[in-house]
């Protein structure tokens, strides 16, 4: 696909969120991700650069947006508020007599002036969901930047999900996934995480037509109720279905697909010494040989990073059907794709 079509059917400033966009538009930057997946180096951003702002600590996300901006003739410039940049505050009305120098309206107008794409990535600061779900630091720079947004993971992990997508188009060699069943099982992890990627999992799975069981150890577990109610919407839509099993060999029978992840309970949300003991008792939730014998030779895949024997076993991990590092390279070319058809919306 040529940049002027991925220019032609996109019409969205901002990628905060892949709800927000259409699912033609979403399946194209796919194909176009796999063309340059075929001829990495192309002059689509010659001469343009992109702000990449980090809240949190990164290996894909840096590496993947830096290098594919290279790839595609743009400057890419790292930015750490608090270390290497100033520390920032984002509320309306803020007195800022904190440790904050720089509002983030003030950052997000200059920026714009240097750039033509700002990427964010801030994760929830764990400790009030009521706040955390507003997603603040993302939506203060798209507010105020007067050029395109990138979200590149807050409460949702949307370049994740296209990377995603595009592996288990490759697996299974067809972009019609409809009708796979797909199992979102949550995982053990010694430290309460972020559902980021697991609400966009439930999103693009959805999305995409398939038959989504999310497994959870109960329904503490269960997913912010915004990316339930839009999963389940999808899925109607698309004549896909969205389930929720907390019975681990039903889920895994004859699945197609098993996408695991590690989250924190939000009942729990800033009390996370109370959610530890029932995290606890779930460490059997693992992805394992014996779990995975029960689908119908179903490809595997995580996010990454991942603990080992910990999330999945090392069999799991290493096996022939395991899409983990096929997934991570993709961040890499889906970005790319969507660099270029966001730097033309703005044009």
């Known amino acids: 696909m040529s940049i002027t079509e991925v220019k032609a059917l996109t019409t969205h400033k901002h990628f905060l969120t892949t709800q927000d966009w259409g699912w033609d538009e979403l399946s194209s930057l796919i194909?176009?991700?796999?063309?340059?997946?075929?001829?990495?180096?192309?002059?689509l951003l010659k001469h343009k650069s992109i702000a990449l702002v980090f809240f949190n600590p990164s290996l894909r996300t840096r590496a993947s947006f830096d290098i594919g901006a290279s790839h595609l003739g743009a400057h890419a410039v790292v930015l750490e508020p608090g270390a290497g940049s100033w520390e920032m505050a984002f509320g309306e009305g803020e007195?800022?007599?904190?440790?904050?120098?720089?509002?983030?309206?003030?950052?997000?107008?200059?920026?714009?002036?240097?750039?033509?794409?700002?990427?964010?990535?801030?994760?929830?600061?764990?400790?009030?969901?009521?706040?955390?779900r507003q997603d603040l630091v993302l939506h203060t720079f798209a507010k105020?930047?007067?050029?395109?947004?990138?979200?590149?993971?807050?409460?949702?992990?949307?370049?994740?999900?296209?990377?995603?997508?595009m592996a288990?188009?490759?697996?299974?060699?067809?972009?019609?996934?409809?009708?796979?069943?797909?199992?979102?099982?949550?995982?053990?992890?010694?430290?309460?995480?972020?559902?980021?990627?697991?609400?966009?999992?439930?999103?693009?799975?959805?999305?995409?037509?398939?038959?989504?069981?999310?497994?959870?150890?109960n329904e503490q577990y269960l997913l912010d109720e915004r990316y339930m109610n839009h999963a389940?919407?999808?899925?109607?839509?698309?004549?896909?279905?969205?389930?929720?099993?907390?019975?681990?060999?039903?889920?895994?029978?004859?699945?197609?697909?098993?996408?695991?992840?590690?989250?924190?309970?939000?009942?729990?949300?800033?009390?996370?010494?109370?959610?530890?003991?029932?995290?606890?008792?779930?460490?059997?939730?693992?992805?394992?040989?014996?779990?995975?014998?029960?689908?119908?030779?179903a490809a595997f895949s995580h996010c990454l990073p991942a603990r080992r024997n910990i999330k999945a076993t090392d069999a799991v991990m290493d096996s022939p059907n395991s899409l983990i590092i096929e997934e991570a390279e993709n961040r890499l070319h889906v970005q790319k794709a969507l660099m270029a058809a966001v730097a033309g919306t703005s044009n």
């Not at 105020?144 to 997508?165: G, K, S, Y």
Request: with cysteine; aromatic share 8%; proline share 5%.
């Open 232 to 297: 389940a919407q999808n899925a109607q839509q698309t004549g896909g279905s969205f389930s929720v099993s907390h019975d681990i060999d039903s889920a895994y029978a004859e699945a197609d697909v098993v996408y695991a992840k590690s989250w924190g309970a939000i009942p729990y949300f800033g009390n996370w010494e109370a959610e530890k003991p029932m995290r606890d008792q779930h460490k059997h939730f693992i992805v394992d040989e014996r779990k995975m014998a029960l689908t119908n030779n």
């Open 31 to 43: 194909d176009h991700a796999m063309e340059l997946k075929q001829h990495p180096i192309q002059p």
């Open 95 to 132: 007195v800022m007599d904190g440790s904050a120098e720089e509002h983030a309206k003030e950052a997000a107008r200059v920026l714009s002036r240097y750039c033509d794409i700002i990427a964010v990535r801030a994760f929830p600061k764990f400790k009030d969901w009521s706040v955390d």
């Open 168 to 217: 288990l188009r490759e697996h299974f060699g067809t972009n019609d996934l409809r009708g796979k069943k797909y199992v979102l099982t949550w995982t053990y992890h010694p430290k309460p995480l972020n559902t980021a990627v697991a609400n966009s999992a439930a999103l693009i799975a959805t999305r995409a037509g398939m038959d989504v069981t999310l497994l959870c150890p």
């Open 144 to 165: 105020h930047a007067t050029v395109p947004v990138i979200n590149m993971e807050t409460i949702t992990h949307p370049c994740q999900e296209l990377a995603h997508l």
